[in-house]
């Protein structure tokens, strides 16, 4: 019997390992590359410029469309990462995928908001901006 619980223990631990090495969660839809800073976008193989560009974009997405704050301190508090925005205030850091058709058209735009758990723990949400 005694063996019997350890085969079915290693069957099982086999099981959610394999599960979690396979897995794949689909980061952008289609063939897009998923990015937040320049650098990320320029390792893509994409253009400085179009890199830029889509920044720009996405970043006026979310400077509509998320919450802003009134100092960078309360924005890194209830955000993973700021930046200023132009007319005021501000707003969370966006990352989005771009494909590589080169257009500088950020897709599915998204920022990371932190939440607490049942034990007060901080832990990121990301929030998508259509």
């Known amino acids: ?17 394999a ?27 994409f253009a400085p410029e179009i890199c830029r560009q889509a920044i720009e974009k996405a970043r006026a997405v979310v400077a509509r469309a ?13 955000f993973s990462d700021c930046f200023q ?3 005021g205030g501000f707003s969370p850091r966006p990352s989005f995928c771009l494909r590589p058709d080169g257009r500088a058209e950020p897709l599915e735009v998204r920022y ?14 990301e929030v998508r901006v259509d």
């Open 66 to 78: 998320a919450p802003k704050t009134e100092t960078m301190f309360q924005c890194e508090v209830r």
């Open 1 to 17: 019997m005694f063996k019997f619980v350890i085969v079915a223990v290693a069957i099982v631990a086999a099981g959610f390992s």
């Open 85 to 87: 925005a132009p007319q």
């Open 112 to 125: 990371l908001e932190y939440e607490s758990d049942r034990m007060n723990r901080k832990k990121t949400k």
């Open 19 to 45: 599960f979690y090495a396979f897995r794949r969660s689909p980061v952008c839809s289609g063939d897009g590359k998923y990015m937040a800073s320049q650098s990320e976008c320029e390792a893509w193989g």
